[in-house]
């Protein structure tokens, strides 16, 4: 497949796959709940959210891969990515388009959503 052929979903996507699977070229954020834990359990979950591949009709309807739900040792955490302009300062006004947008993947335990 060629660029001229990805939608704007597909392109979205690949963005955030490559992000999520790196955390290079955007922004990560840690929830107080996910500092909290343990050091361990905290790399571990890193890890799951870089190799998540969950993805489903009911978190993923877009088919961005913008969202996903881990349940690691008993605990449901989720994961987000949101889209800013390079400011920061709104939102992006082309998510697929890196070179005016800024991605922020926030890590979280589910009772922080």
């Not at 963005?15 to 343990?38: H, I, K, Q």
Request: charge should be negative.
């Amino acid at each position: 497949m060629t660029n001229a052929t990805l939608t704007k979903s597909d392109c979205i996507r690949d963005l955030n796959d490559a992000f999520r699977r790196s955390f290079v070229g955007g922004v990560v954020l840690l929830t107080t709940g996910v500092e909290a834990m343990p050091a361990d359990r905290r790399r571990c979950l890193l890890q799951h959210v870089r190799i998540f591949t969950a993805f489903s009709g009911d978190n993923d309807p877009h088919g961005e891969h913008d969202f996903g739900a881990i349940d690691q040792d008993g605990v449901r955490c989720f994961w987000k990515v949101d889209y800013y302009d390079r400011d920061m300062n709104m939102g992006s006004p082309d998510p697929a388009d890196h070179a005016v947008t800024t991605r922020v993947l926030t890590i979280m335990l589910a009772d922080e959503y």
